[in-house]
């Protein structure tokens, strides 16, 4: 059955440095992946995009990239501030147009 | 860009009872609502896809008689938790398709069930 994996359930950094999180997939070959933010109490907020054919995708601060021979996702916060602290989600489609998500990574970054 | 409201955020009801919850699509319309649920520290998980105008689809393992779904308009999906009992306690969260016809949702801001 399919499966997603975000190997670290929590991660903390200091603030200034780079925050990778890690979306692993299996049994899938997904047409694109998405990234969601998703702060205590409120409902997700759509981040990126990136689609199959697509190596790498930048929107301000914020960098993904797709490597669809080893099924993983990279996402990555530059100069990274207290406010980035939430949980980052990895979604991917399923053959229903619905989003199939990750059990996310909680991302603290320390003043 | 699309807003999604969800109404109430909170709610605290006792066993047995039945509680609604809204969404709404504040400047779009959407003939295709998601229904979310999370358990703490789990991920999202569908529960239901709502389609305006006829039945809502369930996915496996979801009571379709325990959890009403309506979608009457273009703008608004509501969902029923009937007979509530404390193990339904959790975070609902619907969402829509967002009105660039991508696959991106936009979510609402939840809603937080108790039951005692």
């Known amino acids: 059955s399919q499966k997603i994996e975000q190997n670290s359930e929590a991660l903390n950094i200091q603030e200034g440095k780079t925050a990778t999180l890690t979306c692993n997939y299996t049994?899938?070959?997904?047409?694109?992946l998405q990234w969601y933010r998703q702060d205590p109490g409120r409902g997700p907020v759509f981040l990126l995009l990136?689609?199959?054919?697509?190596k790498e995708k930048r929107k301000e601060r914020l960098k993904v990239t797709f490597d669809t021979t080893l099924k993983q996702s990279l996402f990555h916060i530059t100069a990274s501030q207290p406010a980035d602290s939430a949980t980052y989600l990895c979604a991917l489609p399923t053959g229903a147009n619905n989003l199939f998500f990750g059990t996310g990574t909680r991302l603290t970054v320390i003043p | 860009g699309a807003v999604v409201s969800q109404h109430p955020s909170r709610v605290i009801c006792k066993s047995g009872t039945s509680v609604k919850i809204e969404c709404r699509s504040l400047d779009f319309q959407a003939t295709t609502m998601f229904w979310y649920r999370q358990f703490p520290k789990q991920s999202l998980m569908l529960m239901a896809t709502?389609?305006?105008?006829?039945?809502?689809?369930?996915e496996q393992g979801v009571e379709k008689d325990k959890f009403l779904i309506n979608h009457a308009s273009l703008t608004l999906s509501t969902l029923t938790v009937t007979s509530a009992h404390p193990e339904d306690s959790s975070f609902y969260i619907c969402?829509?398709?967002?009105?660039?016809?991508?696959?991106?949702?936009?979510f609402g801001a939840g809603s937080r069930l108790t039951v005692l």
């Open positions: 969402s829509a398709r967002d009105f660039t016809g991508a696959n991106v949702l936009t």
């Open positions: 709502s389609n305006e105008g006829s039945k809502a689809t369930y």
């Open positions: 049994n899938y070959s997904p047409a694109y």
């Open positions: 990136i689609r199959e054919n697509e």
